[in-house]
């Protein structure tokens, strides 16, 4: 699997959000798309999938999946990939789910939609909820049942029933608790390790950044401003705006408090 | 100096707040209070607001009781503690413009005379660094950031001595943050600030405070000064929460220290040690006596029946000397 992004535009009406040269996202890598607030990294994930024009937003360029073009494909084919080859997981996890459907009916949806029978989809569902560590049983909650670390789990598992190739992670440990953060992040590795997937992982936090990605691109008023490796660039970053970012994250040090 | 004593509070039959007492001296002086969702962290400032009533327990001002206090009085205590929220949209009436906005709390606490306003609203824009113009602006017009400094000018124009800070910084871009940091820690020194400031980020109380304590379910599990508190974590929970805090260079990593489980449902808490469900260390003591919060060393308190055992280098040391303090934690990271 390769996804390769060139020289993506996302404008609204004469104002352009993202300006992307060049960005590509290799198998089982995990890839950060590091910014502020208005820096276009979210914008940039929602091209991908197809849903920025949906938004009113005018998109060019090309994103290309195993060299297929994304833009410009009708949503009928983006479909099946949405959702299929390329999951998208959100900040606010409960908020993504239909509340009036349990999780299992979610499940079963999705996969069916997907070309799986209704007793594969059983079947798979349950698999992936224990992949993600949840018991089975949260299969038959609302999304308001469960915990926000949970939902972001159940989200996960979607991707991994799914057998997506590519999971695009919109700020997913931004609304949790630190702990349960750890945990979501210990379980995205074992995502890139054990099914293969790759992560295009879109966060504010570079301390997250630093601890789970390969290489992160940062982002400024939709361009990438630096790319690289993820220890290197924050160890030693090379634009400005880098490393005006990396001062501002308040580090624990040992040292007592003045 | 503002004290909690013993503070209570329930909701419906949920005890959000079990017996907490903190102390906060005369300014400048910070005191972190730190927790994770449901831990009772904002109810804390809300009663010391005395915008909920107390199911047991008191807020005390200079010796003061302050849910007692009527009419000039409790107005005094108003002026004398201000509260900043996370999100300022919620504290700044969107059609109020910055400057009438800051001129209504100089009006109501009569803080200086009617044609004194404008040249103060100036002043205090300066203070938080936002031009005078500003004052004629509406808030949808300004950043998070800017907001942010409003809301702080309003609470500092009724010259207060105590701020409550409930997360003043957990809705804003990491570069702004820095900057509303910067401003805190120079108001504090300026203006002889004490606050309370409640945060789940455990980087920004070390930053700002003194002293942290650290709540869950309800209740102080730990207290000291920061950096001792963050460099040698005495409680298994505290442990937890500092080595989950991501770091960005690598050699100030620590191993991770898992807790299993979630949060217990407040309104069914665990008996005994409310953590004993998701703690490593559990003995059946535990599960059956509370633990009172109790010194450990100096000015460093937990409450952990195991707390001398499962730290005996700290106890054997009196938490002094960087060399025992940094050996602490990897020998019992071992027996995670």
Known sequence: MTLEIRNLTVSFDSRRVVDIDSLELGDA?????????????????????????????TVAGSIKLDGTELIGMPQSELRAIRGGRISMIFQSPVSSFDPVFRIGTIFRGALQLHGASRAEARDRAAEAMRGVMLAPELLDRYPHQLSGGQAQRVAIALAIALR?????????????????????????????EQERMAILFISHDLAVVAELCDRVAVMRMGRIVEVGPAAEVLRAPSDPYTRELIASVPKLTSAAAG | MLEVR?????????????????????????????????????????AVMRLIPLAGGSVLLDGHDVFRLRGGALRAYRRAVQIVFQDADSTLDPRMRVGPAIRE??????????????????????????????????????????????????????????????????????TVQARILRLIAELREKRQLAYFLISHNLAVVQQLCEEAAVLYLGQVIEQGPTGQLLSSPAHPYTRALRSAVPEIDI????????????????????????????????????????????????????????????????????????????????????IF
Not at chain 2, 259 to 282: K, L
């Open chain 1, 164 to 192: 997506c190739e590519v999971l695009l992670a919109d700020e997913p440990t931004s609304a949790l608790d630190v702990t349960v953060q750890g945990e979501i992040l210990e379980l995205l590795r074992r995502l890139r």
């Open chain 2, 251 to 334: 050699a100030d990593r620590r191993a991770r220290v898992v807790v299993p489980g979630i949060v217990p449902d407040p309104a069914h808490p665990p008996a005994g040690c409310r953590f004993n469900p998701r703690c490593p260390f559990v003995v059946q003591r535990c599960r059956e006596e509370t633990p009172l919060l109790r010194r450990l060393w100096a000015e460093h308190s937990v409450a952990c029946h195991r707390a001398e055992e499962l730290n005996p280098v700290l106890v054997s040391h009196g938490g002094r000397g960087q060399d025992a303090l940094g050996q602490t934690p990897d020998n019992l990271g071992s």
């Open chain 1, 29 to 57: 890598e995990i890839v950060a798309l590091a910014g502020e607030s208005g820096s276009g990294k979210s914008m940039t994930a929602l091209a991908v999938v197809g849903l920025a024009s949906t938004k009113g937003a």
């Open chain 2, 105 to 174: 709390a100089l009006r109501v606490h009569r803080v200086v005379s009617r044609d004194e306003f404008g040249h103060r609203v100036d002043e205090l824009l300066e203070e938080v660094g936002l031009e005078s113009a500003t004052s004629s602006r509406f808030p949808h017009e300004l950043s998070g950031g800017q907001r942010q400094r409003v809301a702080i000018a309003r609470a500092l124009a009724v010259e207060p001595r105590t701020l409550i800070l409930d997360e003043p910084t957990s809705a804003l871009d990491v």
């Open chain 2, 6 to 46: 013993a503070l209570h509070v329930v909701f419906e039959s949920v005890h959000a707040v079990d017996g907490v007492s903190l102390t906060l001296p005369a300014g400048p002086f910070g005191l972190g209070i730190v927790g994770e969702s449901g831990s009772g962290k904002t109810t804390i400032a809300r």
